[in-house]
């Protein structure tokens, strides 16, 4: 089993930017696509960000297209998120996973918090 360890979150005053850090452990983690979601309180956790190891593809939820990208590197096991442009909405607690729809592990969150 997959196990995942974020990092790089933090407070950002809106316009500034964040590097979230994603490091998996086991033989298995380029098995299946890493990525991000995000959840604030009371809402459901949602899709931020995809990276594939097969191929580098990445997908993006709208809400951060242009702003956000990632990018894995298979050596260190590790996705990254850079994040800039941050605005006060992309506030949440940020969750690093590893698999698909079906089936996927979780990391424990780091929160990003931009104030305006």
Known sequence: Q???????????QAGGSLRLSCAASGRT??????????QVPGKEREFVAAFSWS???????????GRFT???DNA???VYLQMNSLKPEDTAV???YQGSSVSRSWGQGTQ?????
Do not use: H
């Open 55 to 65: 191929g580098g593809r990445t997908d993006y939820a709208d809400s951060v297209k």
């Open 76 to 78: 260190k096991k590790t």
């Open 2 to 12: 997959v196990q995942l360890l974020e990092s790089g979150g933090g407070f950002v």
């Open 70 to 72: 990632i990018s894995g």
């Open 112 to 116: 990003v918090t931009v104030s305006s």
């Open 94 to 96: 940020y969750y690093c």
């Open 29 to 38: 983690f380029n098995t299946y696509p890493m990525g991000w979601f995000r």
